[in-house]
Structures are given as structure tokens and as C-alpha cells.
């Protein structure tokens, strides 16, 4: 028998009386005392149902205690496409206490509570409640295994009203917003808990309020632009724009080591490179134990049927680093963002896919960047690239590929720290053709110094 939503509110106000009593009588005394001095020490707050979700935010507040959106799925977070904010159906059905179906033959999924029902289908823009069909902006759908739904309709048809501030939304059963004090607090909470490797790494705050989250940090900082004390931070906890720090027209970074990779390491430029970052954050390790540690792609290389088959640049070392006897390459930025992890916990910053701008303000704020680029200080010409088959699928490389440290620039120029024994420049041009041919591939490290406060 489906017990009514009244008698489990009233069963769940009589547990709280009673736990109130029982809590209250070891602390008479000390209540009496403060009665007495004029004062008192605290004051129960009355409980609450709200339910408070972030955007982009795996946890949320349910009754004042934080709660993952999804236990099964940690990448579970709310969204909004279109106007419209998306939450797993899930999280909705058991916070707001209802029942959920669903049905694979017609895709629809109901939430029933008491009396009231609601019905979507999956990829249709659509609702029905209480037998009237009403348009919504976005279609449920199912993504990373969970079928999100629109939140409005749901929450609203079962007695919640639906309070938004810059990201935040309260699912509340009062008439009144949420004060101030409230909004900040479960901003500060919750924006810890922001899926950073789902919705992207550049979030945008204004002081200690968090307001967004993108992929790209070209976006970040023209949303950042729209107002005044808005600044980009990586993953939250370092300041990647900061209007208040504008890069310089130029910038020579003198104190980074020149470390070659011969004779040890013929193939080793990408590991020697990373030793130089490394130094210039006090990181004393040298490249033979990094060329020892990188992870590497064991694929054998071996030609049949027209083609080449050997390993993933993008999962490990491929080939032999210490001799150009034996088939080689190179790796890519994945497996040297993870091993430089190992020596700076928190501290590394993969920025590939990023702006030559962004890269060259990170070197403007006195930071070398790792980066990937070719033997020929420019981009390598269509004739001198291959396509292997590889494990993952096809991958195109060419042999002219590179890497070294960028340590400045100015209106002319890209300056670096070249493993085959150059303190050199490079056009500034040409350093981008080749730097983008090669995918932009980029990684830095975090100074401690620059975390948000």
C-alpha cells in the first residue's frame, strides 16, 4: 500500500522532535547559562527540502547535506543546452520522492508522486502532465549511460518552486527566494565539486564566486571581458587571465637550463624537454630517469600488405629512444602530462588544443611551456607525413616531429630552449604553423603561488 506524502512528512517532523529532545536535555544547563548572560550560543536551524544543483557541479545539497548527483556515475552533472537545464532523471525521481519508469519500447519515462504524473520521451521536445502536452527547448537524452531529463516541468508539477542565480538553482517548497548569505554558500560549496574534465578546465570567477566553466580559454576570457574583476582560473584553483596582469609586449625567461638529449637520447627530445620545465620549478630530476619512467606503446613495428603498423604516439613512447639503429619516434603531450603529474601533484597544466595567444601569455607570466613542434622550426609539408595503423586506429605522424621549451617571444620572435644543444628563436609566424600542425600539443606547470584565494 502506498503510504500518502503527508503521513511520511509527519513521520519525518516527529523524528526530528524527538531527536531535538534528546538533544537538548544534555545541554539545559548550558542553554540556562546563556539565557542568563543575555545571549545565546546557537539555534537549530528549521529543517529543509530544498534540493540546490550547480551547473557543470557532480554534488548537490539535498536538506542541507551534500549528495553526488549520481553514486554510479561521477561525471554526473547538471547542464543546460539551449536554455534549458538538463538533470538525470535519476537524482530527480529519488530527491523529489517520486516514482520513475521507463519503457524501452516507446522510450517514455514518468515520474509518478501521489496524484501527479509526468511523462517525457527520450528525443522528443516534449512533456506531458496531467494529460496536457507542452513543448520543452531541449529533448530528454541519454548521455555517459543516464538519461537526463528537463528540470523544470518535473520539479514544478510536484510542489517545487524553482529559484536560478549565475548557475545555482534551488528546488525549494517556500515562497521566499533564498537570501544572499544562502546563494554564497552553496556557491562555495558546490563549486568545488565542478566536472572539470567533462564541461572543460577554464573556469571564470569574479573574486570567490564562480560563474562558469569552458573549454576553451580564447572563450573563457571574452566572457571574463564582460565585466570588470573577472578572471580565468585552470581547474579552479590557478589564474590562467587576470586583466589586472596583462602580458608584456616581450619577455625573455633567462633561468631555465639548457639540457641536451645527445648522445644519450637520439630520440629523447620530449623527455629532455620536460627535464628543463621540471628544473625551472625546482624539480631536481634529470632525463634519463624520466626516459626510463615515460609509458611507452610496445606495438612492434612491422610493414605488410602496403602499410605500417606501429604504436600510438598519443599512448606512450613508440619504438627505441636510445638508438636510431632501431625504429622510432617519438611521444605526444598524454603520456608526458602524466609522468610530469607524478613530480608535481596538481600543479600540471595540459593546455593542448589551446590558443598560441594563451600560450604565449602563460611564458608572459614568467612560466616556460613544453611544447611539441618539428625539427624544421615550421610546419612540415604534406609529403613528409605517413599514417600508421596503430592499435587505437590509423595515426598520422611524420619523423620531422619535435619538442622543445618555449621561454619567450616578442613582436618578432618565439624563444627556446632546444634539446639538440639551441638557445634559439623562431619566427613568430612560423612557430605557429608548425606548433598548430602538430595539434597544438602544450603543457605547463601551476605556481603555487597563483592559487585562487
Not at 509518478?112 to 511523462?119: F, G, I, L, N, P
Not at 584553483?237 to 586583466?243: L, T, Y
Request: charged share 25%; proline share 7%.
Amino acid at each position: 500500500m502506498k503510504v500518502p506524502q503527508f503521513v511520511r512528512q509527519l513521520n519525518r517532523w516527529l523524528l526530528f522532535l524527538i531527536l531535538l529532545a534528546l538533544c537538548a536535555f544534555p545541554i539545559q544547563s548550558l542553554f540556562a547559562s546563556k539565557f542568563k548572560e543575555g545571549g545565546l550560543l546557537f539555534s537549530f536551524g528549521v529543517p529543509t527540502d530544498d534540493i540546490v544543483l550547480m551547473l557543470h557541479s557532480n554534488t548537490a545539497f539535498v536538506s542541507r547535506y551534500l549528495v553526488p548527483i549520481d553514486e554510479r556515475e561521477g561525471k554526473a552533472s547538471p547542464y543546460q543546452q539551449s536554455g534549458e537545464t538538463l538533470v538525470p532523471a535519476r537524482f530527480l525521481a529519488s530527491k523529489l520522492e517520486a516514482e520513475l519508469a521507463y519503457d524501452e519500447a516507446t522510450g517514455t519515462i514518468t515520474f509518478t508522486k501521489d496524484e501527479a504524473r509526468v511523462t517525457y520521451q527520450l528525443n522528443k521536445p516534449e512533456v506531458k502532465i496531467a494529460g496536457a502536452t507542452t513543448p520543452v527547448k531541449t529533448a530528454p537524452h541519454v548521455k555517459n549511460g543516464l538519461t537526463y531529463v528537463p528540470l523544470r516541468p518535473v520539479s514544478e508539477a510536484f510542489g517545487r518552486n524553482i529559484y536560478a542565480r549565475d548557475g545555482l538553482i534551488a528546488l525549494s517548497k517556500r515562497d521566499d527566494a533564498p537570501n544572499e548569505t544562502q546563494w554564497n554558500d552553496w556557491r562555495k560549496e558546490l563549486s568545488q565539486y565542478i566536472d572539470y574534465d567533462t564541461f572543460g578546465p577554464y573556469g571564470v570567477q569574479l573574486g570567490e564566486r564562480f560563474e562558469r566553466v569552458f573549454r576553451r580559454w580564447e572563450d573563457a576570457v571574452a566572457y571574463a571581458r564582460q565585466a570588470s574583476g573577472r578572471r580565468v582560473t585552470y581547474r579552479g584553483k590557478q589564474v590562467m587571465w587576470d586583466p589586472e596582469k596583462p602580458s608584456p609586449k616581450s619577455f625573455r625567461y633567462n633561468g631555465a637550463p639548457l639540457i641536451l638529449q645527445l648522445p644519450e637520447l637520439p630520440r629523447g627530445c620530449e623527455v629532455t624537454a620536460l627535464a628543463m620545465l621540471l628544473k625551472t620549478a625546482d624539480v631536481d630530476v634529470d632525463k634519463m630517469k624520466l626516459a626510463q619512467e615515460i609509458r611507452r606503446d610496445p606495438t612492434p613495428y612491422k610493414k605488410a600488405g602496403g602499410k605500417v603498423y606501429f604504436g600510438n604516439p598519443h599512448k606512450g613512447f613508440v619504438g627505441d629512444m636510445y638508438t636510431l639503429a632501431n625504429p622510432g619516434l617519438g611521444v605526444y603531450h598524454e603520456p608526458i602530462a602524466e609522468l610530469a603529474e607524478r613530480y608535481l601533484p596538481d600543479r600540471i597544466a595540459d593546455l593542448t588544443g589551446t590558443s598560441i595567444e594563451h600560450l604565449l601569455w602563460i611564458v608572459g607570466q614568467g612560466t616556460p611551456v613544453w611544447v611539441i613542434h618539428t625539427t624544421m622550426y615550421d610546419e612540415v609539408p604534406d609529403t613528409y607525413w605517413v599514417t600508421w595503423q596503430t592499435p587505437d586506429g590509423p595515426v598520422r605522424v611524420t619523423y620531422y616531429e619535435h619538442s622543445f621549451l618555449v621561454t619567450g617571444y616578442d613582436e618578432k620572435y618565439v624563444y627556446i630552449n632546444d634539446p639538440l644543444g639551441r638557445r634559439d628563436r623562431i619566427d613568430r609566424s612560423a612557430f605557429q604553423r608548425g606548433w598548430e600542425k602538430m595539434g597544438s600539443q602544450a603543457i605547463t606547470y601551476l605556481p603555487p603561488e597563483e592559487s585562487v584565494k
